[in-house]
């Protein structure tokens, strides 16, 4: 399985990007996927992930009314958008998915097996 998450960019504390993360390989359609970011001098944290199915997302409470992910399984890309952008959001965003199959998916970074080379989004003040 390997991920390519893209869509990030600078823009101004308010605004909104739409990242999106296209899996290849087996089952793609069939895992979890989870987004992930880590800030400038932190750890990485998790953002939101969604089932396998898209029936069931979770959220970290900082993103929560802002964020929304998505999935579009005929086309392996699972989405994040991010509306309502503060300075604090500014990082690199992972998407990442796990071995099993038709799983909710994690909040545990530990947890997942496959990562994206990450993207960075940039929000000024």
């Known amino acids: 399985v390997q991920l390519q998450a893209s869509g990030g960019g600078l823009v101004q504390a308010g605004g909104s990007l739409r990242l999106s993360c296209a899996g290849s390989?087996?089952?793609?359609?069939?895992?979890?996927v989870g987004w992930f970011r880590r800030a400038p001098g932190k750890e990485r944290e998790f953002v939101a992930v969604?089932?396998?199915?898209?029936?069931?997302?979770s959220y970290e409470d900082p993103v929560k009314g802002r964020f929304t992910i998505s999935r579009d399984n005929a086309k392996n890309t699972v989405y994040l958008q991010m509306n309502f952008l503060k300075p604090e959001d500014t990082a690199v965003y992972y998407c990442a998915t796990r071995r099993l199959i038709a799983d909710w998916g994690s909040e545990e970074e530990l947890k997942y097996d496959y990562w994206g080379q990450g993207t960075l989004v940039t929000v000024s003040s």
């Open positions: 390989g087996r089952d793609f359609g069939s895992r979890a």
């Open positions: 969604v089932s396998w199915n898209g029936g069931i997302k």
